[in-house]
Nanobody, 121 residues
Framework: QVQLVESGGGLVQPGGSLRLSCAASEFIFSVNNMGWYRQAPGKERELVAGITSGGSTNYADSVKGRFTISRDNGKKMVYLQMNSLKPEDTAIYYC???????????????WGQGTQVTVSS
């Protein structure tokens, strides 16, 4: 079973920056859409940013102008550059792939286990 592994989370002061990365634990044939979601305590999981296989992006209104999603198709990795972080960005961040495991398999959704981002002074 393919697993997605996030890295780059941690504790940062307000106004600081972090860069999250996500990679698959083993080879996967192709990746369609990729994205980052987050879930704060007591709140539902929400989409932060998404990117299509063609490079089109979309962002939650709350992060527009501060966060940038990007992907490396060769490495099949997705990144989230987070700048001007605010306390309200504190959450567990999850990466997401819609991917085809092998050539003849049906695309399915894969999720990481999450990485904690805490913005606090």
């Amino acid at each position: 079973q393919v697993q997605l592994v996030e890295s780059g989370g941690g504790l940062v002061q307000p106004g600081g920056s972090l860069r999250l990365s996500c990679a698959a634990s083993e080879f996967i044939f192709s990746v369609n859409n990729m994205g980052w979601y987050r879930q704060a305590p007591g709140k539902e999981r929400e989409l932060v940013a998404g990117i299509t296989s063609g490079g089109s992006t979309n962002y939650a209104d709350s992060v527009k102008g501060r966060f940038t999603i990007s992907r490396d198709n060769g490495k099949k990795m997705v990144y989230l550059q987070m700048n001007s972080l605010k306390p309200e960005d504190t959450a567990i961040y999850y990466c997401y792939y819609n991917a085809r495991y092998r050539l003849y398999t049906t695309p399915k959704d894969y999720w990481g286990q999450g990485t904690q981002v805490t913005v606090s002074s």
